[in-house]
């Protein structure tokens, strides 16, 4: 039997088509494809050299930048197909040809993003979504860029900068200041440091000569620039940071210690964001001892680690201070340091300190002696305590779940009558468990307290497995 062969949609495939037949499938498609059009005519005008390719390409970007008729979410569509084509056009096309000219129009097309964005009935996660990919790169593109042509970049980057009055563009501005070379860092220096009286609230460009400085290495300036923001724009603790990397030490004990005393406006996960003093307060302590142990201050640095962990009673905290006693010495401190948590007012912070450490006989010694003072509306910190000591200490796990479990049923929270009812299954598999001198009121009666107080919580009951309901 003779094996059938088929055509495969790849290089060998198309060429065997001939090449009149592709031609005709090409103009068909191109007659209804704008985006393949648009390519075809800028391989065309390759062919003559990179100026006409250029000059398309501009044509294009002109009249997108004129256009004011308002985008419905249909049109939106199909603008990020022929933008993706275009943006395609300009990297790889004008790309391979001219990377300087591509990287001249790939800042033109990137700052057609605010014109779209007035134009737009609704959001357009699809076209955002081409320019983002355009952005990325972008970057690779400029980075590729001769030093003497980067440099006639700078003016095209300034207005993409002048025209982003949202910070669309943020995140873009600052990696470009990452990828160019010495020449154009400082042509772009000084264009940002002549607007920079003109910008006192916006504080962009200086944020961007900050980022210029650091890529430049020069501390100096990028401290200065700092030192001019208004104080609720400082961020010391990142400069503290910065100078604590940088060895100088001196210079980030006294940032460190330059504590906020009121609301600031700093980058967060990206975004500039209202924050209050104790925003990142751990991490400034414990930059503090850090920079204290590198001065040779190594009392200093563990006292404020031991105050740290005193007020907080962060597990990490006291590791850290533990890793950085003498042989030996750590376990004087350890005993000191369960002793003070035993005695803590915040009986929840104790709990979470002892289940987390681990020391699970502390934690159900916490929990016993204090065993009328929990409440189940701290259900965060019980039920991963109860979790965690129902194998090693039931008699504490048990009066965990009890506390959940009324706490439940009591304020009619309907929503976690499932997890009441797995606490109770819970309170069955511990009782075998039980000690037989616990000084607890029996499974039995604390059922029948529940069908006594509870019997129309209806949902509740329903939950709980047939065999428990009594």
């Known amino acids: 039997m003779v094996r059938q062969t088929r055509a495969k949609l790849d290089k060998k ?46 044509k294009r970007l002109d009249s997108s930048d004129r256009a004011t008729t308002r985008i419905n979410s249909a049109r939106a569509k199909d603008l990020a197909a022929e933008y993706a084509g275009l943006a395609r056009n300009i990297l790889s096309e004008l790309g391979a040809a001219d990377p300087a000219g591509a990287a001249d129009r790939i800042l033109r097309f990137l700052a057609l993003r605010f014109s779209l964005s007035a134009r737009l009935v609704a959001d357009s996660s699809r076209l955002w979504k081409v320019f983002d990919d355009a952005e990325a790169a972008a970057i690779e593109l400029i980075a590729a860029v001769p030093q003497q042509d980067q440099v006639l970049l700078v003016p095209q980057i300034e207005m993409l900068r002048q025209r982003d009055r949202y910070a669309e563009q943020t995140g873009f501005l600052r990696a470009l200041t990452g990828v160019l070379a010495r020449p154009a860092a400082d042509a772009w220096k000084a264009v940002l440091t002549g607007v920079l009286p003109t910008e006192p609230l916006k504080l962009r460009a200086l944020d961007l000569l900050q980022a210029l400085a650091l890529h430049q290495n020069d501390m100096d300036a990028f401290l200065k620039l700092e030192s001019d923001k208004p104080e609720n724009r400082r961020d010391t603790l990142a400069v503290a940071t910065l100078l604590h990397a940088a060895g100088r030490h001196e210079d980030a004990l006294e940032w460190v210690r330059m504590r906020p005393s009121g609301m600031r406006l700093l980058p967060v996960n990206g975004e500039i964001m209202s924050v209050g003093p104790e925003y990142g307060a751990r991490e400034r302590r414990l930059l503090e001892a850090e920079i204290l142990e590198r001065l ?24 850290l201070y533990l890793s950085k006693l003498d042989d030996f010495a ?66 504490a796990a048990t009066v965990l779940y009890r506390v959940l479990i009324n706490d439940i049923l009591r304020r009619g929270i309907g929503v976690a009558y499932p997890s009441a009812a797995l606490y109770l299954t819970e309170l069955e598999h511990l009782l075998p468990h039980l000690p037989e001198d616990a000084r607890l009121k029996h499974h039995d009666d604390f059922m029948d307290d529940l069908r006594r107080i509870h019997p129309k919580k209806y949902s509740f009951w329903s939950a709980v497995p047939g065999g428990l309901r009594g």
Request: net charge negative.
């Open 13 to 58: 495939g198309l060429s065997s088509l001939g090449l009149d037949k592709l031609v005709d499938i090409l103009l068909d498609e191109a007659t209804a494809n704008k985006a393949l059009k648009a390519r075809l005519q800028t391989a065309l005008a390759g062919e003559v050299g990179p100026q006409e390719m250029g000059r398309l390409i501009d």
């Open 296 to 319: 040779k201050r190594r009392e200093d640095a563990q006292a404020l680690r031991w105050r740290e962990f005193a007020e907080t009673y962060d597990p990490a905290v006291l590791r």
């Open 330 to 395: 750590e376990f004087d401190e350890m005993d000191r340091a369960f002793a003070l948590v035993d005695d803590a007012s915040d009986i929840y912070a104790a709990l979470d300190f002892f289940i987390s450490w681990p020391k699970f006989d502390r934690a159900a010694a916490l929990v016993l002696r204090h065993e009328s003072s929990w409440e189940g509306r701290y259900y965060e910190d019980l039920a991963p305590a109860a979790d965690a000591l129902s194998e090693q200490q039931p008699l």
